[in-house]
Each structure stands twice: as structure tokens, then as C-alpha cells.
């Protein structure tokens, strides 16, 4: 700033830009702290610890899937319950958002002007709509409107009906249950042998991907189509499968009964649940429909015409020349979808599913330690975006250009 | 494929282009035809089952005698007066609004009407359908006057500020009617009234506080930088329930115990619910907004900042006259989005007990034997009115990137 001082001591030393600077900064600093410390002030008045987690329960989580905590258990031990349900509805709900959502945004620019429509409608239908509404809607107008259990329906079904005068019979083996107590489906439990097979699981990956680059190497070598994918999933179920056998079949499939009361065996996926999933995925997967379509027409039109110029079917120029670069352009947006996804899973607590929130509200209603326990929600829903934007990142970083 | 010329050719030759265009859109090949298949037959089955509950199974008396509840929650008899001037006032603004800044719209309008009139026609009768109408008219001629070039070009840009600082001045008219002159009891808003009300406040509390936070963002200095990141990323990266829930149980034990005149004369402490709700949404939205806006000022080429620089002008008048003008411009579209999905998320002020749509909607059917199990027409029928303000407002977001030409060179 040799300038300002050049032009002398007649102008004060508050005109010093660095002087300016520094005064506004530190004036506002010091504002920001006099809140910090005004809320901190409040706060203490309010006898505030974190020991409460320490203390017993009180209440049990009726939905849960392997893992059991009951009353006499750490309050602690139920919030991390907690966090186990939301975890398990965020990522089966990213998954199936991601593929609903690839489907219905490929098919919002299908040829076939049907599926284009039925895709448009699905996403402005449901777009528009407050999840919220959504989520209560699918738990009671759908799924507590099911059948009780005794008259359990049979999936898949023994016959479907189209319209009323069309019924085509189906296939008929009870492979899962529906009923208002929610799905039952088969599980698989495990024997003797099972530690072998994970090993021998291991050694299958491996040779695939070795494999897959032997195949690839000569592709590149000879010119002839030497198909490394399919390769590589064929060595890995071959050798699965006959790693299956040496180790004796070590899975069993348990399959679900309807019982008096409640279904044997399987696993149980409770209707809150289901409700949730699916009004969670429907929501997500039409917002990601719209950033797949925007970036698949991101795609200078160039690449899908020299693609079909070199002779590539509808389905190879979409696999291999347009989605690829489109990924590209769609994983920041979809990151944040699939973050609001984890952050709309808290209104699970409007269906009383005990996840995080859920959890959090019961143990607030408990103790009374209202600020403490905020905290530390806030602290975990911050630790769950970060660590799904570093995952991301790290996938966006690997698919991006090299550019000078 | 222009519907127009199909409409006007003759009808052989029409005959002949809509097999053509059945051949290129529907029966191309035999995947496609399959695919055309398999959609008629599930467009089918989903089109029976919406039909046979819709005119068969339904029973839409529920939401004829709960209309009341479902519009304005429990909000005293007699006191209806105060709400009309508003929704006159609203309906005109967004027929305005439309007709100014969209081209054509016809399409979708038509679509909007065939919704709209059967909704409020059938559910209102008496003095109520009467001016509810008068607000259907009011919107209409504010989008016809707008739209059939009776307003001169020369008076379009005052119209568009007048309409702007009605937007703006909606929420002090709408507060002043509710508590002026013996006043509503706060506690006693409800009702898709509401929701609009939360969002209205929301926009329009949240937009100048996300743009202060997007100028200190991208600020040169590193103190601004630093909280309004914090700030953005804290109320980024948690659910709007939590704000709502802190906003329900911890906010009274942080505010002073001030005594503000019409909002809290019983002391700041002890702030109806409604405005709690209210300053949580804000504070959430304008981390969102400030995002938003900051994307803008990004894409600002750095030449503007530097011409006005050497123009000598001040840092606010180079904010306020060159920079933010370009840069909210080209975020306009993404700002109606996350205006749009605030106005959604005002279903969630359902969990903190305030009675907006969706929870009266719940109330009918728990707490009206009669009307018990008529669950899927009430979310049904409160899901409609979402949509429809929704849809609108994308329509228009939509136009808006078409007629500001945001996205072509």
C-alpha cells in the first residue's frame, strides 16, 4: 500500500485500506462473538451435560432388523439404533433413487412417445407434490389400508388383473408376504462353511478383475471385440458358484410363513419403513430423472450421431458414449440430491419410525435435555453429509476430464 | 411434428401424417412397438384404478363440509373479512405476474382452469363461491390485460416494478389485516392460508438475508467469509425439522424477554409459534438462497467488477448497480425453485402442531367420526392444492428462463 502513503499524512491513518480492514473485520468478529457468547450466557442458565446419555432408556425401538435394544439399555445405545435406521433407509434409498431415477430420466427422452409422457407425468406429479404429504399418503392411504395378516397378500401374485374383464393367471409360489404389518421376504441365514465361501468370494473378485484385463489387453491388441465385461462377470459366478458347492451350500434361504400373529421366518420390512422407502425413492428419483435427462442433453448432439455412424445400437451409444459424459456433469447435482434424501429421511418422525430424529424427540420428551441432545444431532446429520460429499467427490474426481 | 399444421391439412393428408407420426413415436421397430405395449397396458390398469376411486369408491362429501378447515384452519367466524383483501390482492399479483412474464402459457393455463374451476366451484357455494370467484376473475384479467398487448410497451418495465413491490408489500398487508383492528389471535392461522403465508414471509425474509450472505461469501474479506460459510454449511447440512424443533422447544430460552409491540407484547421469550416457525424457515432458506445467489455472482465475468472499479465507484453501488442485477438475472429460475420448495416444506410446520393444510386434513379424519377412513381423499384432495401452486410456480420459472433467454448465447 505504498501508494496511500505516498500520497502523505494529510489524509488520515483510517483511510489505510489495511487499517480499514482490519478495524471492520475485527468490529464485525467481535459482534459474531458477543452473540456467541450472549447464546453460550443462556445456556448455562439451563444446567446443560451430556451425562443423560449414560442413563437407561426407558423405551424400546420396535423397528429394527438384527440388532435389539430394549429399556434397560443406554439411552446412548438407542441413539446410535437411531442412527442404524437412518443409515439403512439412506442407503437402500440412494440406491434405488439412483436407478429409478437413470430410468425415468432415459426414458423422459425415449423415441417412443408414450414413455416419454408417462415419465413427464411421474416427475411434475410427484415434483410438485410436499414430500411429507407423500410420505403420510403411502403409510396411510397404501399401506395401512392392507390386508390383516391372516389374509396376507401372496407375492407374486396367482393372477393379474389389467382391467376388470382381463385376468392373466401368474406365477404361483409364495416367495413373499404383504399385509398391513408390512412385507415379509426371504432371508438368507448361514451355515457351517460360509467363512470358506467369503474367502473363496474374495478370490473370485480377484480373478475376474484379472481377467477382465487379460480380455481387455488383447481387445486392444488384436481389434476383435473380446467382450471384457461379460468375461469378468462370468469368471466371478463361476468361480462363486463353484466355490458355493466346495464349501457344502453354506446359505440357506429361509423363507417367511404367515403365522397367527406375526410372520416366521424371513425378514420383516415393517410398513413405516416400506412407506418411507418408497415415498423417499419416488421423490428423490424424480428429481434425479430431471438432472439426468438435463445432463444427457448436455451432451453435444455430435457424439450420439458419430456413435451411430460407427454403428453402435440405441443402447450401446447410451452405455458407452452418452452416459458416461454425462455422468460427468450429473454427480455434483446428484450428490445433493442424494444429501437431501438422507435429510428428508427425518421426517420419518411425522410416522413415528424411530430413526435418528425419532429417537431424539423420545429421549428430548424423557430428560428434558432439550439443547445438549440437539447438538448432537445436528453434529451427526453434519458428520453423514460430510462423509457422503467425500465419497462423491472422490467418484467425481475420477470421472472428471483432464483439461489444460 | 407442429400440431398446427397437422390441425390445418386436409384430411387425407392429416391421416396420413399422424400414421406417420404414430410410425416414428409409437410403432418404430419392434422394441418400440413392445414398449408402446407394455405402457398402454399399464396406462390402463392405472387409469381404471384412478378413475374407480375418483368417481366410484370416493366419497368427497369429507372435504365439503371440512372446506372451511382445510382453507383457514380454525380462524374465528365472522372474522373471514380480513382475509379476502389479500387473497384479491395475491390472485392478482400471480395472474399479473403470469401474463408478464410468460410468452404463450396457454396450454398449461387451460390445464391449471380445468383443475382450478371444478375445485373451487365444486366446494364453494354461497357468498364464499362468490368471492372466490371474484379472486379466479381478478387473477384472469390480470393475466389477460398483461397477455393480449393491451398494456403498451412503454409502461411494461414501471408494471413489472409495481407488480414487484406488490410481492413485497403482500406480507405487511396480509400481517396488518390479521392483527389489525382487535386483531386474530396468532394461534388461530391455519389452513392452506397458512402455508401460503409461511412462504410468502419466507421468500421474502429469506431473499435479502441469502444475498447478504452470498455478498459476504464471496467477499475479499476473510472474517465475512468465514461465518457466512459456517452459517450456510451449518444450516445446509441438517434437516429443516431439527430448525423447526429448535425453533418449537429451544428458541424461547434464548430470546430476551423484550416487549415488542403487536408481535410479542408479552416479551420476545414468549413469541407465538407461528412467528418462531416463521424466523426458523427464514434462516434456513436464506443459506439455500445464499448459494443460490453466490452461483450468480461466480458467473459474473470479472471484467463488470473491474470496469466499475475504475469507474471509481463505491463497493455497495457496485453490488447494487452492476454486479447483483447480472448475477440474480442469470439464478432467477433456481430462485423460483427454492422459493417453490419452501412453499412444500411449510407441510412440515405440521410436526411442530401448527394447523396448516396437512395436519387439518389429519384432524378430519382422526377427530371427525363420520368422516373416519377417508384418509386417501383428504391427502388426496390436500396433495391437489399443493400441486396446483407448485406446478404453477415451475411453469413460470420455466417461462421466465425462456423469456430472459437465461442459458443462450
Known sequence: MTGISAIGPALGFWRNVRVRRFAIQTAFLGLVAAFGYYLFDQARDLELGFDFLDGRAGFDISHQFGTSYGPNDRRLDLYLAGIVNTIRLAGVGIILATLLGLVAGVARLSGNWLVSRLALVYVETVRNTPLLVQIIFWYIAVFLQLPRISDSINLPPDTISVLPFIEIP??????AFLSVRGLALPWATTEDGFGLWLILLFIAAAAAVAVRFWRAQRQERTGQPSHPTWWLLGTFALIAFLGFA?????????????????????????????????????????????????????????????????????????????????????????????????????????IAFPELVGVSRTIINNTGQTIPMFLIVMATYLLMSLIISLVMNTIHSRFTLETR | MDAMTAAKA????????????????????????????????????????????????????????????LFIGRFPQGEEWRLWPTIFLVSALAGLTWGLWSKVGWLAAVLLALVLVPVFLFFAHGQVGMLTALAIALALMGYAVTQTGLVHERFQGPIRQLIVVGWVMAFPVTI??????????????????????????????????????????????PAFRLVSTGYIELFRGVPLITILLMAWFVLPDFLPSWSVPVFAPAGLDRMELVYRVMVALTLFSAAYVAEIVRG?????????????????????????????????????PALVGQFISLFKDTSLVSIVTLVELLRAGRAIAQGQIQFSGRD??????????FWIVAFSMSRLSQRLEHSLGIGER
Open chain 2, 376 to 385: 386417501p381423499e383428504i391427502l388426496l384432495f390436500v396433495a391437489l392444492l
Open chain 2, 296 to 332: 450468480g455472482l461466480l458467473a459474473v465475468p470479472k471484467g463488470q467488477l473491474e470496469a466499475a472499479q475504475a469507474l471509481g465507484l463505491s463497493t455497495v453501488r457496485i453490488n447494487a448497480l452492476i454486479v447483483l442485477p447480472q448475477a440474480l438475472r442469470a439464478v432467477l
Open chain 1, 246 to 350: 466346495i464349501a457344502g451350500f453354506p446359505l440357506d434361504l429361509d423363507r417367511p410363513e404367515v403365522g397367527e400373529r406375526s410372520y416366521d421366518g424371513g425378514i420383516r420390512v415393517t410398513a413405516e419403513f416400506a412407506a418411507l422407502l418408497v415415498a423417499l425413492v419416488t421423490y428423490t428419483g424424480a428429481f434425479i430423472a430431471e438432472i439426468v435427462r438435463g445432463s444427457l442433453q448436455a451432451v453435444p448432439k455430435g457424439q450420439t450421431e458419430a456413435s451411430a455412424a460407427v454403428g453402435l445400437n440405441p443402447f450401446q451409444r447410451l452405455s458407452l458414449v452418452t452416459l458416461p459424459q454425462a455422468l460427468r456433469i450429473m454427480i455434483p447435482p446428484i450428490t445433493s440430491q442424494y444429501l437431501n434424501l438422507t435429510k428428508n429421511s427425518s421426517l420419518a418422525v411425522a
Open chain 2, 10 to 69: 386436409p384430411p387425407a393428408q392429416f391421416s396420413i401424417q399422424a400414421r406417420r407420426w404414430a410410425r416414428d413415436n409409437l410403432f418404430g421397430g419392434i422394441g418400440n412397438t413392445l414398449l408402446t405395449v407394455v405402457t398402454s397396458l399399464f396406462l390402463a390398469f392405472a387409469f381404471y384404478q384412478i378413475l374407480r376411486f375418483v368417481f366410484s369408491s370416493a366419497q368427497w362429501d369429507v372435504i365439503e363440509a371440512n372446506r372451511r378447515l
Open chain 2, 176 to 221: 396488518f389485516m390479521l392483527l389489525a383492528f382487535g386483531g386474530v389471535d396468532p394461534s388461530l392461522w391455519g389452513g392452506f392460508y397458512l402455508n401460503i403465508l409461511l412462504a410468502v414471509v419466507g421468500i421474502v425474509a429469506s431473499f435479502p438475508l441469502g444475498v447478504l450472505l452470498a455478498l459476504s461469501r464471496t467477499s475479499s474479506y
Open chain 1, 170 to 175: 401368474f406365477i404361483s409360489f409364495d416367495f
